[in-house]
Each structure stands twice: as C-alpha cells, then as structure tokens.
C-alpha cells in the first residue's frame, strides 16, 4: 500500500463528524464506513437445542470499488478478516467458519498476492451451545474484524459487531 495514502487518510477516519471532512468524503465519491455487516435473518432470537450447533450467516455489504481480504489472506500485507462471538461464555463457535471462494490478484499497493471479496459475501458460522448450557435467551456479538480498501487507498482496520440472540432449549 502506497504509505501517503495510508497516512493522508488517517486524519479523515479520526474526523467523524467534521463538515469539512463529511464534504471532502462525499465530492470523492468515498464512504469512510463502505462495509455494513448484518445477520441473514434479522434480529428475532434463533432456537438452538442446548449441546447443539446451529449455522448463523453473516453478511458484509461491501460497496462498489471497496473489497475486504479474505480469512485465509497470507500474513505480509494487509489485514484478513477474523469473525469471533463476544459476550456469552457458554455460546462458540463450532467448527470452522465457511467463506466464499475470494477472488486473488496481485495487489500493487502490498506487493503481493492477495485474496478479495467484494459486493456481498455470506459467511456461515458454526455457533455452538454446551450440552450443560442452562435454557433461556442468550445475547452476544459477532465481531468481524477487518481491513477495506479501494484501488488507490486502504481506511486502518476496524471491527465492526453486530447483535445477536438464541433461545436455548433443552433436548426433547
């Protein structure tokens, strides 16, 4: 990555609210926030028999000339992307998360090969309860932790989480 880009943005991504950076952002045609991650499904809790797993999808909508890098994207250059479940002890991941085929192409700005998704990528999460989990509602995060950039310019990384809820029951 072109390091003036890097260190030209930084003080633009520091600015939330400020008119001037808001007009620098919008004349460009740049989003300072071009990823919004969501849950397939909506927001209703999702049932889960306790000492089960259940697939939970993960969505990022990634806007048009941004790409994020892949879970499997090779230490060197920019930041893979990394999913992982905050707030309750009782509630994992189960298994390894699944990710769509990236796209790869050699990435000038890193000088390496890199792997991409772009547009509208589902990730299917394995999220698992222990058999000994008490039954009722449990709240928790999914954190998508990740790097975006452009052709021209990368913002710093970020994480990003969105809310989640599953209603235990016991086996039948």
Not at 19 to 32: H, Q, Y
Not at 41 to 67: C, E, N, Y
Not at 111 to 134: C, D
Request: aromatic share 6%; proline share 9%; charged share 20%.
């Amino acid at each position: 990555m072109h390091k003036l880009s890097y260190i030209l943005l930084l003080p633009l991504a520091a600015a939330n609210h400020a008119p001037a950076t808001d007009r620098a952002v919008s004349e460009s045609g740049l989003s300072l926030r071009p990823v919004k991650w969501s849950v397939v499904g909506g927001s209703a809790p999702r049932r889960i028999v306790s000492g089960r797993t259940i697939p939970l999808t993960l969505q990022a909508d990634i806007a048009k000339g941004w790409h994020i890098y892949s879970l499997s994207q090779k230490p060197g250059g920019p930041i893979p992307l990394r999913i992982e479940l905050l707030g309750a002890a009782d509630v994992v991941v189960r298994g390894i998360i699944k990710a769509p085929q990236p796209d790869r192409a050699f990435d000038k700005n890193f000088g390496i090969e890199t792997e991409v998704y772009s547009g509208s990528p589902q990730f299917i999460v394995p999220v698992g309860v222990p058999g000994r989990s008490l039954t009722g509602n449990r709240k928790f995060q999914v954190a998508a932790r990740y790097q975006v950039c452009s052709e021209t310019l990368c913002l710093p990384p970020r994480t990003d989480k969105v809310d989640v809820s599953l209603r235990i029951v016991g086996r039948s």
